[in-house]
């Protein structure tokens, strides 16, 4: 059997073999690129390093399909620079050494190399700090890329010894000239209206390559009549969101949702909630992200906000998705709309800063329970003012340590029911002037 496999020739791919649109549409000159112009252009970071022959190493920072990949590659051409391109995922050690051996060789022989990393952060630290010495010594210019931040994913000495340059999402008109190459390079239009050509640039949620993926499906498609929207929902399916429950965009959409609510905006923060859910985010962390919100940016100035919190939170556990998750909803809807004050945030966190400064000083004597008489000898309880038998209901004593001036910490604000409480801080503030100073 294995004599019969030896006489059958390898398939050798022909000129002509079929080729992806994103393979034959990729740029080959940096002029080409589309949609990076605040990284490429002639007084932009690239720009201005080619044009003073000075570049350096990089990191490409962005969301996938944006030309990462592409810029290195190009970037290797127009430098005159050996191009090596290794994955973080799949690459080792060993297999680290030997791409710095070869680059040792090529170097001894006059040419250097641009080493493209892509998915860099997924290096460990010991495997970062490898690349150090070689991107020193010239042996390697580094490229690296991630669609993670750096600032949490790069060793900061690597960080140091490159630039870290932000690629953006393509947005509609980057997308709408990508397209209209493919229908140049396809040699025919798409089968499209124009609300569903909308729809499809749409669809690739700001990524070319996956937009490429889609004109080359639509493209091959037979139809009598440019399709609709509705007929092209039904022939693609919709592309999911890019959401990575633990990368960036966590982060980045629920600091979305907490400064919607902060800055009163029901509509924005329901936007931003249910982007979230349709990324497949945990109602429950967002339940207990909502009731922090509560308790931290509306505070006192409406009291019932936190308990509205928990009532939609223990709602969702009862009824489960996707009824609950209009409770959860609803409690957003009300904190985006409730007063705003972050009056005992601020107060809680100067209190937490004074106990931490005069750190075991100990209570007054007159405010200490004496439950024996060795206590009573020593004074504690002595001179207390129970303030029941007060005027007012009020004594107006010293409750801080001893030699340390009365702390002002809470401060209410003039919004929702923090009024009502900032006019008791204020009438107990001038009893206890008054009766301290009698």
Not at 17 to 46: F, H, M, S, T
Not at 66 to 90: C, M, P, W, Y
Not at 124 to 139: I, S, V, W, Y
Not at 215 to 240: G, H, N, S, Y
């Amino acid at each position: 059997m294995a004599d019969l496999f030896d006489q059958i020739p390898a398939a050798q791919p022909g000129k002509e073999a079929p080729r992806p649109l994103a393979d034959r549409l990729r740029p080959r000159k940096l002029a080409q690129v589309i949609g990076q112009e605040q990284v490429l252009g002639p007084d932009a970071p690239l720009g201005v390093m080619l044009a003073s022959n000075s570049l350096g190493s990089l990191i490409f920072w962005g969301p996938p399909g944006v030309g990462k990949t592409t810029i290195a590659r190009l970037l290797a051409d127009e430098t005159d620079l050996h191009f090596v391109q290794i994955s973080a995922i799949f690459t080792g050690v060993p297999e680290l050494r030997k791409v710095f051996e070869a680059a040792k060789i090529r170097r001894a022989n006059g040419q250097g190399t641009l080493l493209f990393v892509d998915e860099i952060h997924r290096f460990n630290k010991a495997q970062q700090d490898g690349f150090l010495p070689h991107m020193e010594d010239g042996t390697i210019l580094l490229v690296g890329a991630t669609t993670e931040n750096p600032s949490f994913e790069l060793n900061a000495a690597l960080l140091s010894r490159s630039q870290v340059l932000v690629l953006k999402r393509l947005d509609l008109t980057d997308l709408e000239l990508l397209a209209q190459r493919a229908e140049k390079e396809l040699g025919r239009a798409l089968p499209l209206n124009g609300p569903a050509r909308e729809q499809l640039l749409e669809m690739a949620d700001g990524d070319g390559r996956a937009l490429l993926n889609l004109i080359e499906q639509v493209a091959a498609w037979k139809t009598d009549k440019p399709l609709a929207p509705d007929q092209l929902a039904t022939r693609l399916m919709k592309r999911a969101a890019k959401y990575d429950k633990s990368g960036d965009e966590h982060y980045n959409l629920i600091s979305a949702l907490h400064k919607s609510v902060r800055g009163s905006d029901p509509d924005a923060a329901l936007y931003w909630f249910t982007r979230m859910l349709e990324g497949g985010e945990d109602p429950r962390y967002l339940a207990r992200r909502v009731t922090r919100m509560a308790v931290e940016d509306i505070g006192l100035a409406d009291p019932a906000a936190q308990r509205h919190c928990l009532d939609a939170w223990a709602t969702y556990e009862r009824l489960g998705s996707p009824e609950g998750e209009l409770a959860l909803a609803q409690a957003v809807i009300y904190l985006a709309l409730a007063p705003k004050s972050n009056a005992a945030y601020v107060a809680y966190k100067q209190a937490r800063a004074a106990a931490r400064k005069t750190g075991s000083e100990p209570p007054p004597k007159h405010i200490l329970n004496a439950p024996t008489s060795l206590m009573k000898d020593q004074g504690y309880g002595d001179g207390y003012a129970y303030d029941h038998d007060a005027e007012d209901g009020f004594s107006g004593q010293h409750y801080f340590p001893d030699g340390m001036k009365h702390g002002v910490y809470y401060t209410p604000v003039e919004r929702g029911y923090e009024r009502e409480l900032k006019k008791r801080v204020d009438y107990f503030a001038k009893l206890r002037a008054k009766r301290q100073g009698g």
